[in-house]
């Protein structure tokens, strides 16, 4: 006969956050690219076991795929729209989920701190609480490094979250209103994106695909002519982590649109209206982005956990941290050796390919058969520039080695990635319904989110 299954919610309403002795408790913390489909993966597999209870917690209510949110930002995607609710995937596929900021590891007691909630005046909505584990997933993501450059966190909007999304989407609006307005019409709006990684030339990108739109909805003295965007780099080139040419095509393709971009410049402060290099030039800026660089979140290495010079967590090969058999950590808070002596970078595909190894090994270890050791294949990268362009490489057994790609070809890769990611979280009849909902969206709504 199989035990009463009940849920964890109701394990918080009767007896706290105490899980019995007879359940096994597998906890993922971060339901983004990796850690979703990770929970998927450990439901599905594990859905006939009562002997097991799989939990997802995550800080926001609902996913949205990571990679989007420069569209989000611009307004070319309604974050509304394509979100997923993690209460709706909890039911389809019988995983608890926890609404809550986790911001500690105890690993002796075996159980992560959640901070409490208040309402928006302030009351305590739900106290803080422990939520215990067998076995913990920390798959957190990552945010963008400011280095601690003076101004960034009170001046700079980062792209880090949807809620940072919206606020750079509100400001960009502000500005927008206002600049239409402006009497005299060689006013421009200036956008400073700090960082030429993938989100800073895909921003960069998007913004002037949205400006080349905005006379249809109602902007007639806005033009492209009067958004300056500009994208400051550290490094000698654009994309510094992909191969060269890559770089080079991104610059060449961005200026060839109208955006300014500068390389071997460094930021040494931000202000309300401007930002200023190391070598003293006041670059003026209605809107400042900070995309650059990345750091794993404060609490891994608070906890005592293992951490790198970026925060991330060190793991083993097949993806337990160093020390603990018991805790995992995926994706971009993963500080993971490669072959080359480098480490895993922080991207979709990398986050994708964790999820399946620890998946793997959650379930094996659970029925004492072996676990497998992680070996990161780059399949290549690529990056949008909206509807002007995508380049990147492709890479692979077939391929013999890096090949350069761009145009319609490199942008059907580019939008297989999503679907990719759709394919693991819904499964391939939900996102075929998908693909043909959002076909039907696009003739029935505005293709631009203007409010
Ligand atoms: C604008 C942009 C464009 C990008 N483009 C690309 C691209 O084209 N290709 C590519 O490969 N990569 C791209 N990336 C990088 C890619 O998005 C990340 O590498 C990937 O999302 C990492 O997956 P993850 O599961 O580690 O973390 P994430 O996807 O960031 O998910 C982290 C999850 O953890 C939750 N969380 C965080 N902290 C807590 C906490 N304390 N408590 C509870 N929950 C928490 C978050 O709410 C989130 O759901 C892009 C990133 C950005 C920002």
């Known amino acids: 006969m199989r035990p009463l299954a009940i849920s964890q919610q109701q394990w918080i309403e009767i007896v706290g956050m105490v899980k019995p002795d007879s359940v096994k408790q597998m906890v993922v913390v971060g339901g983004g690219a990796g850690g979703l489909e990770l929970v998927v993966k450990l439901a599905k597999k594990l859905k006939r076991d009562a002997s097991v209870r799989v939990v997802l917690v995550d800080k ?14 611009t307004g070319s995607l309604d974050s509304h729209h394509d979100e997923t609710s993690y209460r709706m995937l909890a039911r389809k596929y019988g995983f608890d989920f926890v609404l809550g900021r986790v911001t500690s590891v105890d690993t002796e007691k ?27 997933v920390l798959c957190p993501g990552s945010r963008s490094n400011d280095f601690g450059t003076s101004g960034v966190a009170a001046h700079c909007v980062k792209l ?24 005299d019409d060689s006013t421009q709006l200036s956008v400073v994106i700090v960082g030429g990684g993938a989100t800073g030339v895909e921003l ?3 913004l002037h695909n949205v400006a080349g739109r905005l006379q249809d909805y109602g902007f007639q003295t806005f033009s492209q002519a009067r958004l300056k965007v500009s994208v400051i780099e550290a490094g000698p080139v654009l994309l510094p982590r992909l191969p060269e040419r890559i770089g080079v095509s991104v610059k060449r393709e961005l200026e060839s649109i109208g955006v300014d971009v500068l390389t071997a410049t460094k930021i040494e402060s931000a202000a309300a209206d401007a930002l200023f290099t190391s070598e003293g030039v006041r670059i003026p800026a209605d809107v400042s982005v900070w995309a650059a660089g990345v750091r794993a979140p404060s609490f891994l290495g608070e906890s005592g956990l293992p951490v790198d010079n970026l925060g991330r967590v060190k793991v083993n090969a097949d993806l337990t941290v160093e020390g603990y058999s018991t805790i995992y950590a995926a994706g971009d808070c993963a500080c993971c050796p490669t072959a080359d002596g480098g480490t895993v970078p922080p991207r979709a595909q990398s986050a994708h390919q964790m999820a399946s190894i620890v998946a793997h090994n959650i379930v094996a270890r ?4 072996s676990s497998k050791d992680f070996v990161y294949k780059d399949f290549g990268s690529l990056i949008s520039l909206s509807r002007f362009s995508t380049v990147g490489n492709l890479m692979g057994n077939l391929m013999r080695g890096s090949v350069f790609i761009e145009g319609w070809l490199a942008r059907m890769f580019y939008l ?33 989110k203007l409010h």
């Open 366 to 369: 659970h029925k004492n058969k």
């Open 110 to 136: 075996q159980s992560i701190g959640i901070a409490s909630e208040d309402d928006d005046d302030g009351a305590e909505l739900v106290a803080a609480r422990d939520l215990s584990f067998d076995e913990l």
């Open 204 to 206: 960069a990108a998007d």
């Open 60 to 73: 926001n209510a609902s996913h949205i795929w990571k990679p989007l949110l420069h569209e989000v930002a």
């Open 160 to 183: 880090d979250s949807r809620e940072q999304a919206e606020r750079f989407h509100k400001l960009y609006l502000k500005q927008l209103h206002k600049v239409s307005a402006a009497k």
């Open 416 to 448: 297989s990635l999503y679907r990719m990611h759709q394919n693991a979280v819904h499964g391939p009849f939900s996102t075929v319904l998908i693909m043909l909902g959002d076909r039907i969206y696009k003739h029935t709504r505005a293709d631009l």
